[in-house]
T-cell receptor, first 114, second 113 residues
Framework: DSGVTQTPKHLITATGQRVTLRCSPRSGDLSVYWYQQSLDQGLQFLIQYYNGEERAKGNILERFSAQQFPDLHSELNLSSLELGDSALYFC?????????????FGPGTRLLVL | AQSVTQPDIHITVSEGASLELRCNYSYGATPYLFWYVQSPGQGLQLLLKYFSGDTLVQGIKGFEAEFKRSQSSFNLRKPSVHWSDAAEYFCAVVPYNTDKLIFGTGTRLQVFP
């Protein structure tokens, strides 16, 4: 158990819908990362937050957005969902979000878009 | 182009045999290097990492990795594989000019009794 929690574990929805994935980082970690794991793209970094502020952006679609709240939990919002958005979405956390810090991964949310 | 390559998609070994998983990177400056393991239904767990110094790095679960600058490689090894090591293994880098992890495509390890 990494100490990072993600809800829900599974999500099934339809094309065009919007969903919210939630992540609670390890106690004391200020930085949260979101990753997408899909069969065709592999594991890709989406976005990073540090203490409520966006720090880095990766291959995140405009239909996707995220935020980190004052209590440091984070949400990833996916809208206008397409079949290709079906994937495993991971959240990770680290203490300061600095280069080389160990990132601790949650168990992921498996999203299926029908 | 900058990339992380894991040339072996799938490897099968017998329990007790030795293991080597290959990883090559293509970056101008040596990045930070990592190996993660993903068991079915689980998140990723860090096995070991290399920043600088001794090129042979010890990790958890009996794994080690060796950094070879001349070959731009960071191969993961284990002298004797256990059935519980069956999982997917990812090599990852943090390039010098960023703090985000870039993952390879992964190697799925199957262990036969």
């Amino acid at each position: 158990d990494s100490g990072v929690t993600q809800t829900p574990k599974h999500l099934i929805t339809a094309t065009g819908q919007r969903v919210t994935l939630r992540c609670s980082p390890r106690s004391g970690d200020l930085s949260v990362y979101w990753y997408q794991q899909s069969l065709d793209q592999g594991l890709q970094f989406l976005i990073q937050y540090y203490n409520g502020e966006e720090r880095a952006k990766g291959n995140i679609l405009e239909r996707f957005s995220a935020q980190q709240f004052p209590d440091l939990h984070s949400e990833l919002n996916l809208s206008s969902l397409e079949l290709g958005d079906s994937a495993l979405y991971f959240c990770a956390s680290s203490v300061r979000g600095e280069r080389g810090e160990t990132q601790y991964f949650g168990p992921g949310t498996r999203l299926l878009v029908l | 182009a900058q990339s992380v390559t894991q040339p072996d998609i799938h490897i099968t070994v017998s329990e007790g045999a030795s293991l080597e998983l290959r990883c090559n990177y293509s970056y101008g400056a040596t990045p930070y290097l990592f190996w993660y393991v993903q068991s079915p239904g689980q998140g990723l767990q860090l096995l070991l990492k290399y920043f600088s110094g001794d090129t042979l790095v010890q990790g958890i679960k009996g794994f080690e990795a060796e950094f070879k600058r001349s070959q731009s490689s960071f191969n993961l090894r284990k002298p004797s594989v256990h059935w519980s090591d069956a999982a997917e293994y990812f090599c990852a880098v943090v390039p010098y000019n960023t703090d985000k992890l870039i993952f390879g495509t992964g190697t799925r390890l199957q262990v036969f009794p």
